[in-house]
């Protein structure tokens, strides 16, 4: 069993920064590819980035490639997403997911809320 904490949201003006950690517990961790979801109400959730086990593989959804870089520190057990040059379509609700394959979905968090404002 894997449990996921997300933190680091907040509210932003256009163009600020925010990070994201998702910090798990569990001796699995590092065994898991580990992605960052979002959505918005009345919205699918869409993809935003994901991370392989040693962090060799990532991949971003195009709407956030060269904004947002996936970092993983498995002595922390944590995963973090540096989001640089928000926009206003950012706004969402930021979930963790963790799980045996990219993109991964077997374990999720309670998610964080990110909030850009023009």
């Known amino acids: 069993q894997l449990q996921l904490v997300e933190s680091g949201g907040g509210s932003v003006e256009t163009g600020g920064s925010l990070r994201l950690s998702c910090a798990a517990s569990?001796?699995?961790?590092?065994?898991?590819?580990v992605g960052w979801f979002r959505q918005v109400p009345g919205k699918e959730r869409e993809g935003v980035a994901s991370?392989?086990?040693?962090?060799?593989?990532?991949y971003y959804a195009d709407s956030v490639q060269g904004r947002f870089t996936i970092t993983r520190d498995n002595s922390r057990k944590t995963v973090y997403l540096q989001m640089n040059s928000l926009k206003p379509e950012d706004t969402a609700m930021y979930y963790c997911?963790?799980?045996?394959?990219?993109?991964?979905?077997?374990?999720w968090g309670q998610g964080t809320q990110v909030t850009v404002s023009s």
């Open positions: 569990g001796n699995t961790y590092t065994r898991y590819c």
């Open positions: 997911a963790a799980g045996t394959y990219c993109p991964p979905g077997r374990y």
């Open positions: 991370i392989g086990t040693d962090g060799g593989y990532t």
